[in-house]
């Protein structure tokens, strides 16, 4: 969701503004102009003209880190735990098959919450697997890299406190065994989850600045709704560089239409995309 505060920013700077935050976030607003006018007002308030339009032109010459700080302006972070549960379904049977499968070993397990806004997403998966890999009572491991565009959001997510209508869909057990009561309103991740978690800031466009290779399961839900088809795809091909022969990726079920990967195959799901890569090139 975005924000609703209407600036005054001239034709041409907005449309200035406007590739340059395609061109370094993926982002596109060419069809939503009043959602860039409101995040650029606050953001460059302040600013003489003459500023305003020297923090442009350094934008439009180079990568520019500061940018995340217009995009912390634009977005506002409205998301909860567990808030597809259909993708948690899937995420609970691949942790199961996983588990099945390496009996006589060690079973190490690397998520990724791509997009991860304010973390809620990345903790419901680190709980989702916890409750699996207890039951089991099995010599095992995960951890789950958040990481987000904005740095207002990762600081969020890092500061694990939450205000209790974001614990509305979560179930209650998970509530009660890793979310500890601040006051009646305020929640913050029990320390034990919290430590298989952490968070970076990162940009979906730069294939480098990706947390680390090899992972098993990557969720990418509701992050690529404002970016092209082209560009959408872009970054798809990237996450499945990253996920393991026979990890899972979960995309949100109206992105990347269209979408095809030769190392992928396509997985059942409702109200979510999954795909499994393949665990041999020639299958």
């Not at 439009?60 to 259909?86: C, I």
């Amino acid at each position: 969701m975005w924000m609703q505060i209407m600036p005054d920013v001239d034709k041409n700077q907005l449309g200035r503004w406007q590739a340059v935050l395609e061109a370094q976030t993926g982002i596109n607003l060419n069809q939503h102009e009043h959602i860039l006018r409101k995040g650029l007002n606050p953001w460059l308030q302040g600013m003489s003209d003459d500023e305003a339009e020297l923090t442009l032109a350094r934008s439009e010459s180079q990568p520019w880190q500061g940018l995340g700080g217009l995009v912390d302006h634009l977005a506002v972070k409205e998301t909860r735990f567990y808030r597809n549960p259909a993708a948690y379904r899937i995420l609970a049977q691949y942790v199961q098959r996983r588990l099945q499968d390496s009996q006589q070993a060690r079973l190490l397990l690397d998520m990724w919450s791509a997009g991860c806004s304010t973390g809620e997403e990345a903790y419901t998966m680190a709980m989702t697997a916890s409750e699996l890999i207890q039951s089991a009572e099995q010599r095992a491991y995960f951890g789950v890299i958040g990481s987000d565009i904005s740095s207002a959001a990762v600081k969020s997510a890092r500061q694990g406190s939450y205000h209790v209508r974001r614990l509305q869909s979560l179930p209650d057990t998970l509530r009660q065994r890793y979310l500890v009561s601040d006051d009646n309103l305020n929640y913050r991740i029990e320390s034990q989850l919290a430590s298989r978690v952490c968070f970076v800031q990162s940009n979906l466009l730069d294939a480098r600045a990706t947390p680390k290779s090899a992972m098993d399961v990557i969720f990418c839900q509701n992050v690529l709704v404002y970016f092209r088809g082209w560009r959408q795809k872009q970054v798809l091909n990237n996450l499945v560089q990253r996920l393991k022969p026979g990890g899972i990726l979960l995309i949100g079920a109206s992105e990347g239409r269209g979408w095809q990967h030769p190392d992928l195959i396509r997985m059942p799901g409702d109200d979510v995309q999954v795909f499994e890569r393949r665990r041999d090139g020639n299958q």
